[in-house]
């Protein structure tokens, strides 16, 4: 009996915060009195006491709303943080736009800084002396990782390649970050039927890294991540590599390529303007050009 009066004590808040329903502490207070004092009736409270606790009804409604207040003052603190990327241009030099939103508006966010860690697959290539003329014109902030990087090599003997991005706080939008990547398409094998490919850019990572801490690094930071705090600083920082949500999927972009049907024709007339130039110079040689022996 006293395990039932202990279980009585934590239903006791559940049984005052409704008037409609009987509670197993009124139940069992009746069982025991005159009018209900019967074995059967003593058994069903006990049964009762047993399936509140086993289904967690030990608290009142009050206090499970105050629960849900705070879970929802968290979650508000936690707003999602949505990256979108997009690709500017026709042809086959392209612009990649990334643009990330926080969800909150972040006081002294100018304190932060966001690095884009973009995966640059096999199919396109990022120009470094592109990189540089850009950087001294400070129009964009980026700076290859990887060594031994070939922009001549075509699709099949080229390798994937990282690029790291100083996004920069957007003017027009206070808790936005935008980062601009010039990428260029590779040569591609022709294909026996179909006339294009597709090349598929993953979503990059998002390292961000704040002199003061801000809810939004508590609630999606998943890793450190080590990187020069700087582009052209030597002094090395740990990012907090952030949980996102992004727009796309993945980007995808469309690539023309040759048809082999066409090798025998684009050999032959190749060769014959090859030819036809070349004749046209030497006879322009002969025929201006002044010799002397």
């Not at 934590?10 to 197993?24: F, V």
């Not at 972009?253 to 110079?281: A, E, M, R």
């Amino acid at each position: 009996m006293q395990f039932s009066l202990d279980l009585l004590e934590r239903c006791e808040p559940c049984a005052r915060s409704s008037d409609s329903i009987l509670s197993p502490r009124a139940l069992l207070g009746r069982a025991f009195s005159g009018d209900l004092a019967t074995p059967a009736v003593a058994v069903r409270a006990v049964a009762w006491l047993l399936l509140w606790e086993a289904a967690g009804f030990t608290c009142s409604p009050a206090t499970t709303f105050n629960n849900t207040r705070v879970v929802a003052g968290i979650r508000a603190t936690c707003s999602e943080i949505i990256l979108r990327q997009e690709v500017l241009k026709d042809g086959f030099h392209r612009d990649l736009l990334t643009k990330v939103k926080f969800g909150e508006s972040i006081e002294d966010l100018q304190t932060c800084r966001l690095l884009i860690k973009q995966y640059i697959p096999t199919g396109l290539f990022v120009d470094p002396y592109e990189l540089a003329s850009l950087r001294e014109r400070n129009i964009t902030e980026a700076v290859m990782v990887s060594e031994n990087f070939n922009i001549e090599a075509p699709n099949y003997l080229s390798k994937e390649s990282e690029v790291l991005i100083y996004a920069r706080q957007d003017s027009q939008c206070i808790d936005c970050f935008q980062a601009f990547l010039p990428v260029h398409y590779r040569y591609h094998r022709p294909h026996s039927k179909d006339g294009e490919t597709f090349i598929v850019v993953h979503n990059p990572d998002l390292l961000m890294y704040c002199d003061q801490e801000f809810p939004v690094l508590k609630c999606w930071a998943q890793s450190k991540v080590t990187a020069p705090c700087a582009l052209n600083s030597k002094d090395i920082c740990q990012w907090n590599n952030m949980k996102y949500k992004s727009v796309y999927k993945n980007l995808t972009l469309q690539v023309p390529v040759g048809l082999t049907i066409h090798t025998f024709l684009v050999c032959s007339v190749t060769l014959l303007i090859t030819i036809l130039c070349s004749t046209l110079i030497l006879v322009a040689v002969f025929k201006y050009g002044h010799f002397s022996l």
